[in-house]
Structures are given as C-alpha cells and as structure tokens.
C-alpha cells in the first residue's frame, strides 16, 4: 500500500511500505511530501482523525478526512500517484470484514477488491494510517520465541515478502519488520522498540535476544508490500516470552 505525491506518495518510516496519511502537527503540504518517501502500504496522515474511506468501480480509492478545520480528499488510483481531489466516480463500495486484519479502521468491498484504512501503531514510531487495495487473503506474519530468539516469517498470497517495494512514484524502498517487546527491563508496562529486521528471501526473519530484551510479550509488525495495483495490507503477530 504505497503513498504517492502530489501528490502524495508514501512515507516509510523503517519497515512502512503502507500508503499513510502523515501529521497533524504539520502543514498539510509538508506532510504529503514526507509521505511520498515511504515505502510499503500506502501512507495518508499521522493525524488523529476519523477517515472515510470510499471506491469507484474502476479501483480508484477516495480518503476524507478534516483536519484543523480544513476538510483534505486524496485519491489513491488504481494506476498511477496520489493526489489532491475527490473520487472520481461515484462510490460503489460497501462494509466488508476480513477476519485477522490488524491495524483495521475501515474495511470495504468494491467489486472484487478490498480496501482499508489500517491505523499503523508500533513503538517509537508516530500513529499514522494506511491505506491498502487488494484482492484475496491478506498479508500473512508468524512469530514465535524459542527462548532465545524470536522467529518469524511473512508472506502475501503464498508467496514471501522479502526484498524491495516501490512507491508509486518508482523509488524502492526495502521491506523490514518491526519488533517490540513488553515487559522489557526498564519500561516494564509499555511497549518497546527492540529490533527492524529485513525478511531473508524466503520472507523469514530471526532476531536472538540480549537480557535487556527479554520481556512478558512480543508482536511483530510488517507494511504490506505494493505490487502493481495490489497494495496488500499490513500485519501483526504477537507472541509470548519464556
């Protein structure tokens, strides 16, 4: 899910590929650009916001939102970057629930695509939503801990997520997995950033633990990687520690 510029484009902050939609605090203007360096699921803002979240019958996807008092429409077209306007055609799209999305704010059908806005929210990195377009099953993440270290793999449709995703305006951004653990010594009730992995080729990940990372809990999050018109939603995956 890749953010475009006008445009609008997508921000990555390590292992984002989403489309997002990026800070309150900041002029819309500079947000959009900083969003269009990310890579992965389509960045829109970090702003705390309600989006609404619409698609025409060609795939073409509209997102809403107002923020300090101006009301901001982005399209997120089937072909090509973002930009500034209101969705094109009229809105075809219904409420739609796909079981096991994380991150889900709004989910909705429009023919035989999906599409939702995922409110990306891992450790040290600033709330921020994605936007994703897709067809079939969801992004697939696993993790476990072994007692040393914690394993995962990542996949979308059978196939690994490993490698590059591109923005639509063409730049490649690599593909990480945060991890965060809770319980760890010295932030014993909260969620901390341990480690930003990169899925081997076969989308597997592997992360041994030092006795400063060692906690009650672990999720790990992935940003769905964008393939063509497919913008595969992000994913979650908790587990519990020795």
């Not at 984002?16 to 960045?43: E, H, I, K």
């Not at 090509?80 to 209101?86: D, I, K, M």
């Amino acid at each position: 899910m890749l953010g475009a510029l006008v445009g609008a484009g997508v921000r990555r902050t390590r292992s984002q590929r989403s489309f997002r939609l990026v800070g309150a605090s900041l002029p819309v203007l500079t947000v959009l650009l900083f969003a269009a360096s990310a890579g992965g699921s389509v960045w829109v803002t970090n702003a705390r916001i309600r989006p609404l979240l619409g698609t025409d019958a060609k795939g073409d996807i509209g997102v809403s939102w107002t923020q300090a008092g101006t009301r901001i429409n982005l399209v997120v077209p089937l072909h090509g970057q973002v930009y500034h306007a209101l969705l094109p055609g009229p809105d075809v799209s219904r409420p739609a629930s796909v079981g096991g999305l994380p991150f889900a704010a709004i989910v909705k059908r429009a023919g035989s695509w999906l599409v939702a806005v995922q409110t990306w929210q891992v450790a040290g990195q600033p709330r921020a939503f994605h936007v994703a377009r897709w067809k079939g099953a969801p992004t697939k993440l696993m993790l476990s801990f072994d007692g040393a270290r914690l394993r995962g793999q990542a996949s979308f449709q059978g196939k690994p997520v490993t490698g590059f995703s591109p923005t639509p305006a063409g730049k490649e951004q690599r593909i990480y997995v945060d991890i965060d653990c809770l319980g760890c010594p010295g932030n014993p009730s909260s969620w901390t950033s341990i480690a930003v992995v990169a899925p081997k080729t076969d989308g597997s990940f592997a992360v041994y633990l030092r006795p400063d990372q060692r906690g009650s809990r672990y999720r790990a999050a992935l940003a769905g990687p964008n393939l063509g018109t497919t913008l595969a939603p992000d994913a979650q995956a908790f587990t519990t520690g020795a």
